[in-house]
Structure formats: structure tokens, C-alpha cells
């Protein structure tokens, strides 16, 4: 059983596209993260939201408590964005459960 | 600048072997954990630790085993390595409802 549902697995898309990723989950959860990884790399953490919207540069993230979904935008991507992009959601304050991710390539 | 430092990048051993993978964060956080990545499955959790001394089992625990003398310190132990168990391991730690942050991976071939 997964608690936690990416869309799209894949994604390619041209330089400058707007890009969104979606996460649902399944649980009542006290955060949620967007974390980034490229290849060959550790991840790092982009966002950690509760609630509402985040906005960090050219990536967006949202949540909806109520519909149990999140997702992570990117305006103007660009190659330097192709990327894996994984969601996790927390639940009791230190259990995290991660989607499988979403790779992302962009193509200039 | 907050770091998660894993001992090793890479590491090649023999089945049968012991093996030991250090993690060591600075930032005071009481949570520490250790996954495996794999293709596909994405992040598993193998043990996590909320305090010194105490660890609870994640998913897949089997073939491993945790020490947290430390705060700062959390080591996983493959007592006798095998060759499902190439993989690459991640650490991690947060405050409870805290940002995570990993360390760089332990890249682990088991010939």
C-alpha cells in the first residue's frame, strides 16, 4: 500500500514550458515536503508546507488539505531543472513516507 | 551551513562481509534515519532514530542493524553483507515537523 501517489512518473518538456507535478496522499499528515534530486546526487528539501502556497524563485508549491493534494510547479523551466522530484508527507511528526518520484527532463 | 556528512560515497565489499555506515549531522536534530534507493521503489526506510540510544524499524529492517551512542551519530551495521543488499543508502535527519535533510549516499556494491 502506497500513501503517497506521484503524477507524472516521467516528464519531459521544452525549455521555458510551465511544468506541474502532482502528489496525492492518502492520510491525515502534519507536513508535506517537495524534495529534489539530480542525478547522481543527494536530495535536497525544496519545500515543506502545511498549508496554503509556497513560492521559492521560479517553483511554486501548493496544498489542499481538504482534497489531500499537493502539487509542485516550475515556471519557465529550464535543462538545469531536469531533475527527480519527490514528495513526502509526514505523519505523527517524524514518520515520512515518499512517493517514487517524478524524473523530469528539460530540453533546451 | 547545515550538513548531513555519510563516511563513504562509494564502497565495494564481499558477501559475508561486515559492513558500516557512518552519519553524522550537525545540526542538533534529534531525528536521524537510514533508507536505501533503488530503482523503481524509490525510498525505503530501513531504521530511524528520535533520540540517543532508542530506534524503531522501518520497512525493511531485515540484514541490518543501528547504533545512536550519539546524538550526532547514527551508524547502520550490515553484519553479513549480501548481494540484494547493493544499493544506495541515504541518511537523513530533522527536528520532529522539521525540514529533511540528507546526506550525499552511500553507494554500496556487494560482490
Known amino acids: 500500500k502506497n500513501e503517497v501517489e506521484q503524477s507524472p512518473q516521467n516528464l519531459t518538456a521544452q525549455e521555458g514550458e510551465f511544468i506541474t507535478i502532482n502528489c496525492s496522499y492518502s492520510?491525515?499528515?502534519?507536513?508535506l515536503h517537495w524534495l529534489q534530486q539530480h542525478p547522481g546526487g543527494g536530495i535536497v528539501s525544496l519545500f515543506m508546507?502545511?498549508?496554503g502556497k509556497k513560492k521559492h524563485g521560479r517553483l511554486i508549491a501548493t496544498i489542499n488539505i481538504q482534497e489531500k493534494h499537493s502539487s509542485l510547479h516550475i515556471t519557465a523551466s529550464h535543462p538545469r531543472d531536469s531533475a527527480v522530484y519527490i514528495c513526502?508527507?509526514?505523519?505523527?511528526?517524524?514518520?515520512?513516507?515518499f512517493g517514487t518520484g517524478t524524473s523530469l527532463t528539460v530540453i533546451p | 551551513d547545515v550538513k548531513v556528512t555519510q563516511s563513504s560515497r562509494y564502497l565495494v565489499k564481499r558477501t559475508g562481509e561486515k559492513v558500516f555506515l557512518e552519519c553524522v549531522q550537525d545540526?542538533?536534530?534529534?531525528?536521524m534515519f537510514w533508507y536505501r534507493q533503488d530503482p523503481g521503489l524509490g525510498l525505503r526506510l530501513i531504521y530511524f532514530?528520535?533520540?540517543?540510544?532508542?530506534?524503531e524499524k522501518g520497512d525493511i529492517p531485515e540484514g541490518y542493524s543501528v547504533s545512536r551512542e550519539k546524538k550526532e551519530r547514527f551508524s547502520l551495521i550490515l553484519e553479513s553483507a549480501s548481494t540484494n543488499q547493493t544499493s544506495m543508502y541515504l541518511c537523513?535527519?530533522?527536528?520532529?515537523?522539521?525540514?529533511?535533510?540528507f546526506g550525499e549516499g552511500s553507494r554500496l556494491t556487494v560482490l
Open positions: 508546507l502545511s498549508s
Open positions: 492520510v491525515g499528515i502534519s507536513a
Open positions: 545540526m542538533d536534530h534529534e531525528n
Open positions: 537523513a535527519s530533522s527536528l520532529t515537523i522539521g525540514e529533511l535533510f
Open positions: 532514530s528520535y533520540d540517543v540510544k532508542m530506534k
Open positions: 513526502a508527507v509526514v505523519i505523527g511528526g517524524n514518520q515520512f513516507y
